[in-house]
């Protein structure tokens, strides 16, 4: 079992940065792939960002590629997502996601493929 902690979100200006962490606990996510998803209000939960179990492989949705960077230290049992050049849309809940799976290749946007779920931290980007 993976216990997810959230934190980080907030509230910033359009254009600007935040960072959001996942920590785990109760196992090491070592060995597992992870993505970030987020919820905007009246709207189903979409994939932001994936990275496999060593971090190695990377993808990101299409409206934040070259924005967002997700990354992870699987000895510190830690992900980030560093999002930049923030704008309106992206405000939602985000959730961290990690996998059973090492790799989820071709799947990594598909919500069902991940199993454990951090508690969702609000971002809120203002125009």
């Known amino acids: 079992q993976v216990q997810l902690v959230q934190s980080g979100g907030g509230l910033v200006q359009a254009g600007g940065s935040l960072r959001l962490s996942c920590a785990a606990s109760g196992r090491t996510f070592s060995g597992y792939a992870m993505g970030w998803f987020r919820q905007a209000p009246g709207k189903e939960r979409e994939f932001v960002a994936y990275?496999?179990?060593?971090?190695?492989?990377?993808a990101y949705a299409e409206s934040v590629k070259g924005r967002f960077t997700i990354s992870r230290d699987n000895a510190k049992n830690t992900a980030n997502l560093e999002m930049n050049s923030l704008k309106p849309e992206d405000t939602g809940v985000y959730y961290c996601?990690?996998?059973?799976?090492?790799?989820?290749?071709?799947?990594?946007?598909?919500?069902?493929?991940?199993?454990?779920w951090g508690q969702g931290t609000q971002v809120t980007v203002s125009s």
């Open positions: 996601a990690v996998s059973k799976e090492r790799y989820l290749t071709g799947g990594y946007s598909q919500l069902s493929r991940y199993d454990y």
């Open positions: 990275s496999s179990e060593s971090g190695r492989t990377t």
